[in-house]
């Protein structure tokens, strides 16, 4: 399962956060993140770039919050 949530939170954070935490703060955050990332990555030309937030929050909540 852990490798799954890994796989999830690379190619869509929310989704890896949420197998993760459920609806806690840090789900919202990384709504949040994903958001804002696209928002001003879509600004500057680089609406890809934008979410490396949003994916280095859900890798890391993912690696650190291991409970299984």
Known sequence: ???IRIICAIFLPPLGVFL???FGKSFWLN?????LGIIVGTQFGFPKYGVVAA????????????QD
């Open 1 to 3: 399962m852990y490798f």
């Open 20 to 22: 993760q935490v459920s």
């Open 31 to 35: 709504i949040l993140l994903m958001v």
């Open 55 to 66: 994916i280095l929050h859900a890798v890391w909540v993912t690696a650190n919050q291991y």
